[in-house]
């Protein structure tokens, strides 16, 4: 029968001697200040959720506005019919404000106002 021996480890150390792993710590973007006045910088990125076609007309107003849209569409996106509906009102959005619409990713969607494009390439890393 083997003998079991007692703790080999020091407090504040995990199994064998190895140091715990400590929590990941966030930093709270709210808290940030870069020192910059944001309505004299131009345009904003502005980052939004979707979750149903009524939100789109609150968000129209943002890149009527001259800033650029970041829309989140994970919460609908098993919803085909709410999301045509959502990317075509982006679409004459766009159009109205000579702006450009483009998919990011797998559920998010890029809005610009006027004289802002969107490239479809995407830039690799360079080896």
């Known amino acids: 029968m083997p003998i079991l021996k007692g703790r080999t480890s020091k407090p504040g150390e995990g199994y064998r001697g190895r140091r715990a792993r400590e929590p990941r710590k966030y930093i709270d973007l709210n808290e940030y200040d870069t020192g910059m006045d ?10 939004a959720e979707v979750y149903r076609y009524e939100d789109v007309r609150k968000l129209s107003d943002i890149v009527y506005n001259g800033d650029i849209l970041l829309i989140d569409y994970s919460s609908i996106a098993n919803d085909d019919l709410t999301l045509r509906r959502i990317i075509s009102e982006l679409k004459s959005i766009a159009k109205d404000v000579n702006g450009d619409v483009a998919g990011i990713g797998k559920n998010f969607l890029a809005v610009t106002p006027s004289g802002m494009r969107i490239s479809r390439k995407k830039i690799r890393g360079l080896s």
Do not use: D
């Open 38 to 47: 944001a309505q004299a910088s131009g345009p904003m990125i502005r980052v």
